[in-house]
């Protein structure tokens, strides 16, 4: 991103619901525009700032979704559900007046970018990146329970203790899972600002209605969540991403990629699901030669 580029700063569009926030990097940039959206639920757009550098030939949008960082945040549980959220970024994308577009979700960004493309909310859709997917709740919630078998026994033995008794606020309970979040979220020594300040501005009351207490302990309106029949579906090129280490572990993604039709698959080696600040020049590389190929 160079110092000329055109940033549109805290805009705000009315959605159903409330007001949500966006910006816009590079404004003036002709290239067919990339909006990133963000995981959770309940996150916000700032860990994924570091794509910026995206709009050296594009704008790039993020947004925050309602309920989130910056947006409005009516205590009103009845509007998070999954399907109120894809009519938001079409709302979004209509405000914005783009003819032509590319979605970029991350995690739970994911979910809303498929269903999107699934219920063709507007024809304007040209091509997805789709990192550390998230598109079906069980899979999800058993590769958690794998990669937790991998862990040390005492680490184990808590998380259950907890889930036994519902019991998720002890320090020991915090402390496993730091350790499982610093080697399947993110494994840098130090995290970067960006991803901190999406920790510290996290919606938990909007993450345990739609998810649950845990990744591991899913309770949530997206339990049932199964779009992995769905992808077969889709009509446009679909780039998927994970890391080596991802929560969004490798073997599922290579089932996603195989039953999207033309979609490639990247997995990075030694990082995990926030690969795009673990793997940054990589990850950025990986994308601009995805929409270099499949975009004017």
């Not at 947006?71 to 894809?86: H, I, K």
């Not at 300040?197 to 199964?226: C, I, Q």
Request: charged share 20%.
């Amino acid at each position: 991103m160079g110092a000329e580029d055109q940033i549109l700063e805290g805009q705000y569009v009315a959605v159903h619901g409330g007001n949500i926030w966006y910006k816009v990097v590079g404004a003036e940039k002709q290239g067919v525009p990339l909006i990133v959206i963000h995981g959770g639920p309940g996150a916000s757009h700032d860990y994924l700032l570091p794509l910026e550098k995206l709009a050296d030939s594009r704008p790039v949008v993020f947004y925050d979704q309602l309920g989130c960082g910056f947006s409005e945040r009516p205590d009103v549980p009845a509007l998070w559900e999954a399907g109120r959220f894809v009519r938001e970024l079409r709302q979004l994308i209509v405000h914005l007046g783009f003819r032509e577009f590319v979605l970029l979700g991350q995690s739970w960004g994911t979910t809303i970018a498929a269903m999107f493309a699934f219920r063709k909310q507007l024809p304007g859709l040209k091509a997805m990146v789709l990192s550390a997917p998230m598109l079906q709740a069980q899979w999800w919630i058993d590769d958690q329970r794998k990669l937790l078998e991998m862990m040390p026994p005492q680490l184990v033995q808590e998380v259950e203790r907890a889930e036994k008794h519902g019991d998720f606020e002890t320090q020991a309970y915090q402390d496993a899972m730091t350790a499982f979040y610093r080697k399947h979220l993110c494994r840098l020594e130090t995290w970067p600002d960006c991803l901190q300040s999406t920790f510290a501005k996290m919606n938990n009351k909007l993450y345990n209605h739609m998810w649950g207490p845990s990744e591991f302990t899913v309770r949530g309106t997206l339990f049932s969540l199964d779009l992995s029949l769905k992808v077969e579906a889709i009509e446009v090129p679909v780039l998927y991403t994970c890391g080596e280490f991802d929560e969004a572990t490798p073997q599922t993604c290579r089932y996603y990629q195989l039953h999207t039709p033309g979609a490639a698959l990247k997995v990075f080696n030694g990082a995990s699901h926030m690969h795009h600040l673990e793997s940054p020049e990589e990850y950025i590389d990986t994308v601009n030669e995805f929409m270099i190929k499949y975009l004017k």
